[in-house]
């Protein structure tokens, strides 16, 4: 109560792009996000550092018949990008899948340990729709399609 005066800005040449995103991003019901078919793991920064590796996020496990499996992605992989967005966090990779309509194609580049030392390579998925929200569509017909977030 004491303090008068502070203030924050944001320079326009980050916020224009945010702010474009926004007013241009469609918003997507559950059941219309795309799916990748991966089960991530944030790894402490240390580890990264430690042991050298690329900073994303590991891939701990893979789908069978999921879209990232189909596109070539395996586990031990390292998520890097995400439709072009830098991914450090398994939140940042959700929102650059589920922002995009299922059967989008998307860019996912990784990180792979090839010959001892790790090779960046990227892929082109087809996003799939959640099964778990398909299997619940299909259960109740007559349910309306969720809310959007």
Same mark, same amino acid.
């Given at each position: ?9 944001? $320079?326009? &040449?980050?916020?224009?792009?945010? %702010?474009? /995103?926004?007013?241009? +991003?469609?918003? #997507? ?19 990264? +550092? ?12 893979? &789908? ?8 070539? %992605? ?18 940042? #990779?959700?929102?650059?899948?589920? &922002? ?9 580049? #990784?990180? +792979? ?5 790790? /090779? ?13 929200? #398909? ?8 349910? $309306? &399609?969720?809310? $959007? +977030?």
């Amino acid at each position: 109560t004491d303090i008068e005066g502070i203030c924050f800005a944001i $320079p326009i &040449s980050e916020a224009t792009p945010i %702010l474009e /995103d926004l007013m241009t +991003r469609e918003i #997507l019901a559950d059941n219309e996000k795309g799916y990748l078919g991966v089960t991530v793991s944030e790894l402490d920064s240390a580890i990264f +550092r430690d042991y050298n590796w690329p900073e994303g996020v590991y891939v701990a496990s893979v &789908s069978k018949d999921r879209a990232a499996a189909k596109a070539g %992605l395996y586990q031990g992989d390292i998520i890097t990008h995400g439709n072009g967005e830098q991914v450090t966090t398994a939140n940042q #990779l959700v929102n650059a899948v589920t &922002s995009q309509r299922y059967g989008t194609v998307v860019e996912i580049t #990784l990180q +792979r340990i090839v010959n001892g030392k790790f /090779d960046e390579f990227t892929y082109s998925v087809t996003l799939q729709q959640n099964p778990e929200l #398909l299997a619940s569509t299909d259960a109740h017909p007559d349910t $309306p &399609s969720p809310e $959007p +977030r």
